[in-house]
T-cell receptor, first 118, second 110 residues
């Protein structure tokens, strides 16, 4: 899984509780992404990061926040989990074209976190 | 909103047959990529075709791109049971992000 570790791999939580998912990479990639995957919707981008403390929203960012205080870690937080956030969450990284800082945009994915909100 | 839409949603074939999946998209792209996802795993990049290319091969994979029709196809020749997976197209529109389709679920029966 390209040096990407997601934790936890499985989590069950209750509605209204905060949840933080962690994505850790070992290869110093600039770009990191959080997706959710749901039946009938495919893969949808939640947030992404283009550097330490540099993040931006994706297609389905409501109810989620992210932080990236160091290159290797990208955290996804559900401030108050809802049942609609039950999903499989994937982290991905993208390397950059040498000398440009531009994303190559071939993405490498972690193994995913299966989150159930009851 | 979904940029790429795969067709069919599901495909079941016998081992040895060819599998063809299609992807349509809406806006101009820099490149289009195909990914595979085995059950319970993350997506794995298969192949990338640039907007100025019409066809690309990689082993048993053949990808075509028609920018005038905003469509791409992925052909897997001589399918094997191990090819059973979901396949996603993803479009790169130059915004440091990819937009994924909903996927085609391929089942290859032994």
């Amino acid at each position: 899984d390209a040096g990407i570790t997601q934790s936890p791999r499985h989590k069950v939580t209750e509605t209204g509780t905060p949840v933080t998912l962690r994505c850790h990479q070992t290869e110093n990639h600039r770009y990191m992404y959080w997706y959710r995957q749901d039946p009938g919707h495919g893969l949808r981008l939640i947030h992404y990061s283009y550097g330490v403390k540099d993040t931006d929203k994706g297609e389905v960012s409501d109810g989620y926040s992210v932080s990236r205080s160091k290159t290797e870690d990208f955290l996804l937080t559900l401030e108050s989990a809802t049942s609609s956030q039950t999903s499989v969450y994937f982290c991905a990284i993208s390397s950059t074209i040498p000398g440009t800082g531009t994303a190559k945009n071939i993405q490498y994915f972690g193994a995913g976190t299966r989150l159930s909100v009851l | 909103s979904q940029q790429g839409e795969e067709d069919p949603q599901a495909l079941s074939i016998q081992e040895g047959e060819n599998a063809t999946m299609n992807c349509s998209y809406k806006t101009s792209i820099n490149n289009l990529q195909w990914y595979r996802q085995n059950s319970g795993r993350g997506l794995v990049h298969l192949i990338l075709i640039r907007s100025n290319e019409r066809e690309k091969h990689s082993g048993r994979l053949r990808v075509t791109l028609d920018t005038s029709k905003k469509s791409s196809s992925l052909l897997i020749t001589a399918s094997r049971a191990a090819d059973t997976a979901s396949y996603f197209c993803a479009t790169d529109v130059g915004s440091e992000k990819l937009v994924f389709g909903k996927g085609t679920k391929l089942t290859v029966n032994p």
